[in-house]
């Protein structure tokens, strides 16, 4: 069986974090493909026998230099990036997660070009796609309780 995320024998699971911190998001730019030279959230593959929440927990601190608590679950959805053939290139299953920053400095991890803390209201200039943009507005709404009522989405 192949380990290779390049042209994939099934989808590869991939975790995420919505990191707020001060009313703003964390994000890193990527040094790899896929998306390399694009911003994004933090993230990467879940590693065998690791919970999902240990994963984000992992890629975040790997990612960003940040340990974080890991909350809900903001979103889970399909990365599917055809070739010129229209063969799947990469085909990821990825679950974003809502997380709060405990511990650490923010810096960029050797998988990660630049790191930047971003207005959710004002990420025009990082030409996120329209998924992450989406997702960054769901944690946000999660996080300011327009989501839930009664309780806080990181406990």
Not at 15 to 39: E, H, T
Not at 86 to 102: A, E, K, N
């Amino acid at each position: 069986m192949s380990d290779s995320r390049l042209y994939p024998e099934r989808p590869i699971v991939g975790v995420g974090g919505v990191i707020l911190m001060d009313d703003k998001v964390v994000l890193i730019k990527r040094r790899f493909d896929p998306l390399a030279g694009q911003w994004s959230l933090p993230g990467g593959r879940l590693e065998i026998g690791e919970t999902l929440e240990a994963g984000v927990a992992r890629e975040m601190l790997e990612e960003t230099g940040l340990e974080v608590e890991v909350g809900r679950v903001v979103d889970v959805f399909d990365r599917i990036m055809l070739d010129e053939a229209r063969r799947v290139r990469y085909h990821f299953v990825l679950v974003d997660y809502l997380c709060r920053p405990i511990a650490g400095r923010l810096q960029a991890g050797s998988d990660v070009a630049e790191v930047a803390l971003a207005d959710p209201g004002a990420l025009a200039p990082y030409h996120l796609t329209p998924k992450v943009i989406d997702v960054i507005h769901k944690a946000t709404e999660m996080r300011s309780g327009k989501w839930t009522s009664h309780d806080d989405p990181l406990s």
